[in-house]
């Protein structure tokens, strides 16, 4: 298999990030796969650079990126995805709430023929167990009612952070990408529609961890509004063929 390099956002995640970081090199490790991970620390002001740092004495293949002002998980994962070298590009969270193991099914997407596989919480599978939060559950449909209404209608989940790129197709994709917040993923995905990528959705097991991040409410509004944007810049025609690149396939 080619080399996978696995892009983890990071902020304030001094506490979740080691047992991430472990699991993941140990499931690459033992499979015996060529691989990096690139945890970009977007702003941190905890202990997440040191934890990196011995976690990264212990596993070469371990590398960072921080820069001292919160730029948004869209910037991060896109500083992360352009510095990446593998030819698989797996965008995963410092949670570790999608398991690594999860990626075989995401692989064997891409080994199908898919550019680019997106793990699903909510594609019906009975072979799949989530475990969500009841309200982040109401708001996350809500949300994608939105998303499939204005964007990306046949997608039933656009925000697990559990991603899968060929890589040149995610380092084309992130390239136009303009989105710093939290809906990052709903313009990549448009983009990559827009690009005509073979696109598949995958459903895969998750479980809530906590410690999360997001407001559920501050951030929701925030990334209404960024889905909104993303919406009137379609409109406009900014994500049309004729204004887009696309890598040979």
Request: with cysteine; glycine share 6%; charged share 20%.
């Amino acid at each position: 298999m080619s080399k996978v390099s696995i892009v983890i956002p990071a902020y304030n995640e001094q506490n979740r990030l080691p047992a991430t970081l472990r699991s993941v090199c140990n499931f690459f490790t033992t499979k015996g796969l060529d691989f990096e991970i690139v945890v970009v620390s977007d702003g941190s002001k905890d202990h997440t650079i040191d934890v990196v740092n011995e976690c990264a004495n212990k596993h070469p293949q371990i590398r960072l990126i921080a820069y001292s002002v919160n730029r948004g998980k869209g910037f991060a994962i896109k500083t992360g995805v352009l510095s990446s070298v593998g030819q698989l590009i797996l965008i995963d969270d410092a949670d570790s709430s999608s398991p690594i193991e999860e990626f075989d099914r995401l692989n064997n997407a891409i080994n199908n023929g898919a550019q680019l596989a997106i793990g699903s919480r909510a594609k019906p599978d009975p072979t799949c167990k989530v475990q969500a939060l009841p309200y982040r559950t109401y708001i996350g449909n809500t949300f994608n009612h939105i998303v499939q209404s204005l964007l990306l209608p046949g997608i039933y989940d656009t925000q697990c952070g559990f991603k899968l790129f060929t890589k040149d197709v995610a380092q084309d994709i992130f390239s136009s990408c303009t989105i710093d917040g939290y809906a990052f993923d709903v313009e990549i995905l448009y983009l990559a529609t827009q690009k005509k990528y073979r696109l598949q959705e995958v459903s895969i097991n998750w479980n809530n961890c906590a410690g999360s991040k997001v407001n559920i409410w501050v951030d929701s509004l925030k990334m209404l509004v960024e889905v909104l944007k993303i919406s009137w810049r379609a409109k406009q025609g900014k994500y049309s063929s004729s204004n887009l690149k696309q890598v040979n396939e």
